[in-house]
């Protein structure tokens, strides 16, 4: 059975820094792609950040280019999410979700976790 | 704003069948990039219900199907059930939206009456 688990979540001041993490199980970790997706209080689904299955190849969103850095482990099944100079707007349920591929090539999200909250706050 | 827009929400009786549609542009839909469906309730993990505009994962009921046309997706749930209250997304592509052309919707909230 695919588990992905999230932990590292909690409440920060604007301008700190926080890193989060996922363990994987029930797959070959090493064989996917994989993804931080969030949701804001009140919105909807956001992706953040992903990375290919050897951390070669990473993207992120606009709005955390350049603050957030992706990586993972495949030795430790894990992924990570390095968050810095975080700010208010930055309040979500961060979820790590593992990337497929449709058959015309494009990504979509086949098992996700259940989430860790980050609360920005002074 | 997403690029994607679903209408906020819709409702139904248990049994009826309702729709959720998930509206793009030539930019992404319309360029015939693929549509996925996420089933979610909120705190809890999404759920992948369709992938590749009409396939479902094993174990979703087929109650649940997708088409795209044109730069528009649906998706359907037949035979409404109290279970199936949640929030929906859509997703797809979209070039320089992101370093992954990663789009969602906005989410439609699905009430069962």
């Known amino acids: 059975e695919v588990q992905l688990v999230e932990s590292g979540g909690g409440v920060v001041r604007p301008g700190g820094s926080l890193r989060l993490s996922c363990a994987a199980s029930g797959f070959t970790f090493d064989d996917y792609g994989m993804s931080w997706v969030r949701q804001a209080p009140g919105k909807g689904l956001e992706w953040v950040s992903g990375i290919n299955w050897n951390g070669g190849s990473t993207g992120y969103a606009d709005s955390v280019k350049g603050r957030f850095t992706i990586s993972r482990d495949n030795a430790k099944n894990s992924l990570y999410l390095q968050m810095n100079s975080l700010r208010a707007e930055d309040t979500a349920f961060y979820y790590c979700?593992?990337?497929?591929?449709?058959?015309?090539?494009?990504?979509?999200?086949?098992?996700w976790g259940q989430g860790t909250l980050v609360t920005v706050s002074s | 704003q997403s690029v994607l827009t679903q209408p906020p929400s819709v409702s139904g009786a248990p049994g009826q069948r309702v729709t959720i549609s998930c509206t793009g542009s030539?930019?992404?839909?319309?360029?015939?990039?693929?549509v996925h469906w996420y089933q979610h309730l909120p705190g809890t993990a999404p759920k992948l219900l369709i992938y590749?505009?009409?396939n479902r994962p094993s174990g979703v009921p087929d109650r649940f199907s997708g088409s795209r046309s044109g730069t528009s997706a649906s998706l359907a749930i037949t035979g409404l059930q109290a279970e199936d209250e949640a929030d929906y997304y859509c997703?797809?592509?979209?070039?320089?939206?992101?370093?992954?052309?990663?789009?969602f919707g906005g989410g439609t909230k699905l009430t069962v009456l």
């Open positions: 590749g505009n009409n």
């Open positions: 030539s930019s992404n839909i319309g360029a015939h990039y693929d």
């Open positions: 997703q797809s592509y979209g070039s320089s939206l992101n370093d992954w052309g990663v789009v």
């Open positions: 979700a593992r990337v497929a591929i449709a058959p015309t090539g494009t990504d979509y999200f086949d098992y």
